[in-house]
């Protein structure tokens, strides 16, 4: 994972990689994205055989510092985006590694949170379908926070998070994507 050219994280191993890698931004301080560059998360791969495969997906980011709160005369709060929550094709239910998402966000909220959620599908399919299936996505998901009344919208595919060109883009794209703001004192 890197920023600008500078390497934020590193996994390396010769075994079997890990289905899964967390990245708790609380415990790493000194590799902090420090821009509003995007991250780039940079996968490769190798087989026995010496046969390699390369995926590069790049993540928006957008930091707030005191000096942009004051510009934008914006109150002291906390604003965490959560992504990376992904559906099957064509369902709404989450998954067991969707459920390790929601716990974890579950855990960060704060009576005084406001929560959104946001839906979306990929590009196949029909256009109604799409929008009611991300609607029911970001519901599944707000009622597994606790939040089953927070602001939730389905995108459908009307704004498409990564390219569907590719399955791998298409299956980012099945995603619901949750903000958190919590106003500190």
Not at 158 to 171: F, M, V
């Amino acid at each position: 994972m890197s920023q600008n050219g500078s390497v934020l994280q590193q996994h390396e191993g010769t075994t079997t990689p890990p289905t899964t890698i967390d990245w708790d931004l609380t415990k790493s301080q000194t590799n902090l994205p420090r821009y509003d560059a995007p991250v780039t998360i940079k996968i490769e791969a190798q087989d026995k055989d010496g046969n390699t495969a390369e995926q590069t997906i790049t993540l928006p980011t957008n930091q707030r510092t005191i000096a942009k709160k004051r510009n934008d005369k914006s109150g002291d709060k906390v604003i965490e985006n959560y992504g990376l929550i992904l559906f099957d094709f064509g369902k709404s239910t989450l998954s067991e590694r969707n459920l390790r998402v929601t716990n974890f966000v579950k855990k960060r909220l704060l009576p005084n949170s406001t929560v959104s959620l946001a839906g979306y599908t990929d590009r196949t399919g029909n256009i109604q379908i799409n929008q009611k299936l991300s609607a029911k996505r970001a519901n599944s998901a707000a009622i597994s926070i606790g939040r089953p009344n927070a602001e939730q919208k389905g995108v459908g595919q009307s704004e498409l998070l990564y390219d569907n060109a590719l399955p791998e883009g298409r299956q980012y794209c099945r995603t619901v994507q949750i903000s958190v703001e919590t106003y500190v004192k």
